[in-house]
């Protein structure tokens, strides 16, 4: 698949990855800023230190701020399945939206449709495996609350882009209604890839529940909980095995 048309903004926060290169992640974040100007401006500042590969506004207009052969200064600190330095394996598309702090906002349609383009053509280009493609809050969940609850992951799996099981009507029956294995259960969410510390247990439950149980996210793992982590963990485990 081909990128879809992009405008160019050279932004000067970025530095070599490491040879031989090895880009097998992509990262949704959303912008958190009041418009689309202020969050590409920021990105472009030398002062700020920061950057991601592309953006994509709201009326689906797609800018490319870093080389893709480059690093980016999108995730920061973060962790996914055991790794930490993932700025050097990844891509960064950056989404605006006003975020939490500034009237956080379902995603339009035809921004959901660029973003699902763009990251199609990546993903082909890069090969990087569903299991790899993350939110920045996913990666980092004791800093980072987006994309947030309001996108569309669901929309993306359908497309062929990272992981979203369907309910299993079964699963409840077989691991007993009502009852919570705690342990098993951040076993679970350590198993799909998240990061799970004493320090962020709270924290990394959010950040998937953000994710695969939009409904609510309060960080607690109840029965409903368990068991979405337990077949968002089976299908992790198959992809990883196919």
């Known amino acids: 698949m081909m990128l879809p048309t992009v405008r160019e903004r050279p932004s000067p926060n970025h530095q070599r990855r490491s040879e031989p290169a090895h880009i097998d992640m992509l990262v949704l974040h959303y912008t958190g800023m009041r418009t689309a100007g202020e969050a590409i401006d920021r ?9 991601a590969h592309y953006v994509v506004e709201e009326d689906g207009t797609v800018w490319r701020l870093v080389p893709e052969g480059l690093r980016a200064f999108h995730a920061g600190r973060s962790c996914w399945a055991g790794g930490s330095d993932l700025n050097d394996v990844s891509i960064g598309i950056e989404i605006v939206n006003p975020g939490h702090e500034w009237g956080y906002r379902p995603f339009p349609e035809v921004q959901l449709a660029a973003v699902e383009r763009l990251s199609a053509a990546l993903l082909a280009r890069f090969a990087i495996p569903p299991h790899r493609v993350v939110g920045h809050s996913d990666i980092a969940p004791d800093r980072k609350s987006d994309p947030g609850e309001l996108f569309d992951w669901a929309r993306l799996a359908r497309a062929g882009i990272g992981i979203w099981p369907e309910p299993d ?7 007993g209604i009502g009852v919570v294995d705690r342990a098993a259960a951040l076993a679970d969410l350590a198993a799909i890839g998240y990061c799970v510390t004493a320090a962020v247990e709270t924290a990394a439950v959010t950040a998937f529940q953000r994710r695969f149980r939009p409904a609510r996210w309060d960080g607690r793992v109840d029965a409903e909980t368990a068991l979405r982590l337990a077949e968002v963990r089976a299908a992790y485990d198959r992809v990883r095995r196919s």
């Open 43 to 51: 990105l472009c500042d030398p002062a700020a230190r920061v950057s």
């Open 169 to 175: 009507t079964g699963l409840a029956h077989r691991r």
